[in-house]
């Protein structure tokens, strides 16, 4: 084709023009120089500011731009790489499943919007580097979306689509001297976007590297490496397959293993393609656990011995490979830990990731336990591949393709089931199996990556099974994975395991009951949006006790938010909608365990590290039973460390020598003896790193466990009461009762139905009168499953609770009974003043008694009862406990209980016993939409003082502590807001103690409800009591 045809975007048979073939990803220099600087010479970076000009569409764009004599040079400036929606120009648009021309053109595969479909008009001015001057010239551009057409000179050089894997063309043929004029045109939206619906922000634009390169006379064109190994993982061999083009010279190889020579030889006058085989006796052997890479160096040289080129890449010797429905590392079960990772940073989108980028994140999960990642849904920048090999991440390697609009509608109903893309439909298969050797020419160099999948969430069909073959065909070493055929599977054998979402893990064991022959992964789970990740642990266990369950994918690694301004100039993370796009899928965008800043959201985390933690520790008995998950390596990697507490206090601290096994348990006896002086003990048992590694420095704690040891806890409370007794008085009002004692004083108002004053040293201590609480502020996945519609009534109870119910009061027997309230009892220890709260003003048996007790030292007790309605069935309580509101002066937090960071009972398997200081402001996790957050499972006791330690503690009746929460905003001020910075101003520190608040859930966000264990169960009579006591 000599002239660009604007038809071409629309058709889905026509995606390359004079696109070179994909190869792989290695990287030529000149000299051993430049690859120890890793600069390569035969590169010329195009990165920088280009001029530019933005239409609407491509009716509107400028025409013959491209031409030689157009001048462009007063046009706008635009940095390359960006996306043009985070330069001015468009707005970023998230959405998920729907199609973001979606109700406003009204089109179907094949078409494209025609109205709205920016184009971006690129034009670069260079000239030809002299080093590069009468050599061959070819452009490089590693991601353009969605499609592009190229000009040099005016001259037509090609077209490309696919908006994640590298372009490259020959401009040889069309380059002058002195300056030369390089054009491209790029459309957002083409034949191509139908199957790039992945959730996620929509933007186009250059967004990845160009850069201009050259090649020798003698050039390694592609380089596949196969590092083998035979039956019993001892002796190695390694496989080079060089295209070498022209004839001339040497390739001389060397391959190496920490500076070592293992293989070395040389071949003179290659061609073509030249094979070369060697064996490795004893090869280390690569994994996530111990990532043994080898080095193996080319260097091409001309007849006369100069040298020319300079390659290398990093080889790992490992066997991936199915035996018996099990997958297999080296010949152990694998199981994945894994998580899903949309390439996305907040100030640049997915445009101009660097190295150092990648290398942030890659760390991050190694030092969290993570040990696989999927890169959703496409083909990343090159660096995390290179990056996963070298510090030790399993990867599968997605595709770039999805099609989840089509496939939902479809599935409403809308379409038929021959309407699936690509379904059946054979106009798409070049483009497609084209994609799957891009992909493959990639990464197949790339010990960590050890399945391919063709793609994301597109429905089944005899095009998704040619694009597995195809993947088959090219590599015999690694299996293919596609979850799409779960939904329809006319075509079962497209994936080599079976693959689910957000599958509970109850069902999960159901489904393998019947299904024998294959294993199984969830490629996404737990999904993460906002306050999420409960009964992750069901998971873990279910991949402990069944083979054929193999871990799985959570989704996702981070959010995607960018950062944007308010109308008030406050920085703030934005969501789908903030930008005013529309349509729009709003919060959806942000399901990260890591915030878009890449600030971990510390309380899934804290579960996510110790979930995935590959040491499994029990303490009970005297005992420390350790149980190795990991497949290669012995506990005794590690160093052990053994600490006695009480109270948080520490007492003992121990190191052991701890030798278990991989895939073995082993039990050891404490390096201590337990106290008998009575209180509560906890045995903390961690294991560090013993050296320094790339993730981490020597200490970095890779596993640990806890075990709570109570000696006498009677007595301990015996001692509490008898704290209690000192002397107080009381004066009875006529609308208050008031007790005076021992430096306090308190006021309980028979009208406002509570404490109306709590003085401590002569400062008042109390704002609006306490009350029972029974709503939290819900959470995405509360939303999601429409808690709040299902479970609302208790926010009522809540708000409009009352002790004098005046509809009621008109019955004479309901009266009589109303004002026998409050009931006031001087005991010889204690004043006890009970009301009765009516949840409902109308229901005369739904209510919840408060008795306060008084005592002399100024504690105060409350014991909130509940009976359940006889008359009237009421949905579980998302909370049954008591709220206060302290002055906001009173911010600082202690507390002996479940932390460090926020648990809940279905997210608490990763906390730990112990004490804990943090604030109220810091209490609150940054979810992108404020909700519930900042509370603590266990809590023995906790202070809530000011800057002068001044304030007031609260303490569990039960031994087993309470649920705890310090934070400045009401469940009803969190609801409210749909943005942090909507929040209202900081006036107060909002306590919460409770008996319990029903778990997070988390097996997804659209419908999971809370499992049944994590919600109260108030269909039986409930009883809570704590204390509070001014400091």
Known sequence: MEKFNYDIVKDPKIFKINVLPAASDHVAYRTEEELLRKESGFRHSLNGLWKFSYAKNYGSAIPGFFEEDYDAKSWDDIRVPAHIQMEGYDIPAYVNTQYPWDGREEIDPGEIPEAFNPVGSYVKYFTVPNGFKGKPLYISFQGVESGFALWLNGKFVGYSEDSFTASDFELTPFIKEGENKLSVQVFKWTASSWLEDQDFYRFSGIYRDVYLYTVPEVHVYDLKVRALLDDTFTRGTLEITLDLGKAGGSTEYVLTYKGEDVLKGAVKNAAGNLQINGNVSKPALWSAENPALYRLKLILKDDNGDVKEVVEQAVGFRRFEMVDGIMMLNGKRIVFNGVNRHEFYTDKGRAGVTLEDVREDVIAMKRNNINAVRTSHYQNASYIYSLCDEYGLYMIAENNMETHGVWDMIARGQKPLDYALPGNREEYVPMLTDRINSTYQLDKNHPSVLIWSIGNESFGGRVPLKMADQFRALDHERLVHYEGVDHDPRYPETTDMYSQMYTSAENIEKFLKTHTDKPFILCEYTHSMGNSNGDMFKYIELSDREPRYQGGFIWDYVDQSLRRKNRFGEEYQAYGGDCGERPNDYEFSGNGIMDGTRHEYKGKMQEVRFNFQTLRIKIQDGKINVFNRNLFTDADAFDCHVTLSKYGEELIRKDMAVTVQPLTEKSFDLPFAIPEEAGEYTVDVSFTLKDDTLYAKRGHEVAYGQGVVRINAEEIEKQHELSLKKPFKVIRGSVNVGVKGENFDILISTLKGGITSYRYGGKEMIGVVPRPNFWRAPTANDEGNQMPGRYGVWKLASLYQTTTPKKLCEDKEMLSEVMAYPVVEELEDRVNVTFKHWLFPLEKDCFVTVTYSVFGDGTCRVTMSYEPSAAKELPPMPEFGFMMKLDADYDRICFY?????????????????????????DSMAPYLVPQETGNHTAVRWA?????????????????????????????EQLEEARHPYELPRVMNTVVRCSMKQMGIAGDDSWGAMTHEEFLLDNKNPLTFSFEFKGI
């Open 897 to 921: 209980g479940n932390g460090p960071e926020e648990n809940y009972c279905d997210r608490n398997a990763g906390s730990r016993l112990g004490v804990y200081r943090t604030t109220a402001g």
């Open 943 to 971: 202070a809530v003082t000011d800057r002068s330690g001044r304030g007031m503690s609260f303490r569990s009746m039960d031994l087993d502590g309470m649920e705890f929460s310090a934070i400045p905003f009401t469940p």
